[in-house]
C-alpha cells in the first residue's frame, strides 16, 4: 500500500488506469523456458490462463503464494496458472524449495518482460481468456485482508469465464 498523500494517491491511480487500459487486449506472445528444460509458448494456451509475473521481490510477490495455491487447486483443470518470473533457473528453484509455489514455472529475461510492456509493478497478475486479457492488476497486497480481497476478486474472474 502507497503512503497516503496526493503524490502516492496520483501513482496509485495513473496504476489502476494503466493496468485497466490492458483489459480487452491481446497478451503479446513470448516464449520462454520451463524448469524441465522445455519450452513454453504464449500463444499456445486457448484456455482461461491465470498468469503471476513476479520476481524475488520479497512480501510483495511471495506474501499471495499461499492464496495462489489455493486458487491453482480450486481450479485446476480448468485454468492453466503460470509463474513467469525473471530468475535464472538456479534462484528459481531456490525459492520454490522455500516456499511451494504450484504453478507452471517459466523464465524469460527482464528484457523480454519489457518488451511485452508489463514492466511497470510487480507482481503482476493477468488473467487471459482465449489470449484476451479479462484482468489486469499490479503490486501485490501484503496484509492478510488484502490479500483475500484480490483473491475474492480473482475467482469472480474466473467464475465469470468457466
Known sequence: MLPVGSNADEIAKRIQQRDSSKIGTRLPTFVAGELDDSIFYSA?????????????????????????????????????????????????????????????HCMITQEEINNLGFANGYPLTLITVDGVIKLCKSGGPITHEAIEKWKDEYMKVLNTYL
Do not use: H, P
Open 44 to 104: 499456445d494456451t486457448t484456455r482461461i490462463t491465470f498468469y503471476y509475473f513476479w520476481y524475488d521481490c520479497g512480501e510483495a510477490c511471495f506474501g499471495q503464494i499461499d492464496a495462489l495455491n489455493e486458487l491453482q487447486k480450486k481450479y485446476s483443470g480448468n485454468v492453466d496458472f503460470i509463474s513467469v518470473t525473471n530468475l535464472n533457473k538456479t534462484r528459481l528453484l531456490e525459492v520454490i524449495e522455500k516456499k511451494s509455489f504450484n504453478f507452471k
